[in-house]
């Protein structure tokens, strides 16, 4: 059976700092929380460590990992060039949710990267992952801790559910608080390029460094090597199938849903929604999350993971505000509702 440690007090924090530790010395994987979402964690500098996260999630070998420390000086230690552009973003933001992609040093092996030449590299915020970071003196890579394309974890008990029976050890840091995926911002392009929105936003980055290119949506997918996570077609995918809709009225909900594909079962459709709120009595569920980016962030994948466990077949979310703040918030559903598996 998989090993489960609190952290919520002192002496089980340090306890679950020395066992991580040990194992990820050991050239094990672990599951770790961050601010994020949980991380599937190995020794970055061990290649045969990092073979083991690609296996256990079953990751396509062309997506690449995120390095993550606990020290400017760390991260100067996995790239070959740390500019002054890198330099501010980190002060400005780490530790946090914004991922740096950097030529690679020699010490990141090829696998991290999946073949390419850069390396995104981040300081989380959880202190509980910056112990372990410290302890072991050496970067973890680590991508969410969950079976690839499938939700990421937010919680100790989402990373159970999907890899409880492929891993030794998964440590419970609570929830986590921003609830999506890292900003990863691509430093070797001119102006740095948004690769994966987050809940930094363009805006935010600017103010540091001037000029910040937004995403192009599908563009980086096509190329060899990928740069960043987060750019496959289909990603971040609940079970039940997910649609994106707008509606301005609980009729027009059911007017879509009479229209979609083989007239979906009600008593099998869970709504999401954050404006437009539906009686629960037409549904097998309803939930409604605030009209807030943040507060929807942190608790969409968590909504997604209950239908799941609820028996949903299909999954209706209320078109998140055409609003930068959702920006993230779009890019993740969209890959969500994506018919296109990854390869």
Not at 209 to 221: I, K, L, M, Q, S
Request: charged letters at 20%; hydrophobic letters at 50%.
């Amino acid at each position: 059976m998989v090993e489960l440690l609190a952290t919520h007090t002192p002496e089980l924090f340090a306890a679950a700092v020395r066992r991580a530790a040990e194992l990820l010395r050991a050239g094990e994987v672990v599951a770790l929380p961050t601010e994020t979402v949980y991380g599937l964690a190995a020794n970055a500098l061990n290649s045969q460590a990092v073979a083991r996260i690609y296996e256990i999630k079953g990751r396509p070998a062309r997506n690449p990992l995120i390095v993550h420390v606990s020290s400017l000086e760390m991260a100067r230690h996995c790239v070959v060039d740390w500019p002054g552009t890198a330099d501010k973003l980190a002060r400005a933001f780490w530790p946090g949710p914004l991922t740096l992609v950097l030529p690679k040093s020699a010490v990141i092996p090829g696998i991290v990267a999946a073949g390419g030449p850069t390396v995104g590299v981040r300081w989380p915020a959880h202190p509980f992952i910056q112990a372990v970071i410290r302890e072991c003196g050496f970067p973890l890579a680590a991508p969410s801790a969950n079976l690839a394309n499938r939700l990421s974890p937010t919680n100790a008990d989402h990373v159970r559910q999907q890899l409880g029976d492929r891993i030794q050890l998964i440590v419970d840091g609570g929830q986590a608080q921003v609830g999506i995926e890292s900003t990863v911002l691509d430093l070797t392009a001119h102006p740095p390029r948004i690769l994966r929105p987050g809940m930094i936003h363009q805006a935010s980055l600017a103010a540091v460094v001037d000029t910040v290119a937004g995403p192009g949506v599908g563009a980086e997918a096509a190329a060899f090597p990928l740069a960043s996570p987060g750019l496959l077609p289909k990603h971040y995918a609940p079970r039940a199938r997910l649609m994106v809709w707008r509606w301005n009225n609980e009729v027009e909900l059911l007017e879509q849903v009479h229209r979609a594909e083989a007239n979906l079962a009600r008593s099998k459709l869970h709504v999401i929604a954050h404006t437009n709120i539906p009686s629960a009595g037409n549904f097998a569920g309803v939930s409604v999350i605030p009209h807030d980016a943040e507060a929807f962030a942190r608790a969409l994948y968590a909504e997604l993971h209950r239908c799941d466990a609820a028996g949903a077949e299909w999954i209706v979310v209320e078109s998140p505000p055409d609003d930068p703040a959702w920006a993230a918030i779009a890019d993740r559903l969209r890959r969500a509702a994506s018919d296109v598996e990854a390869t």
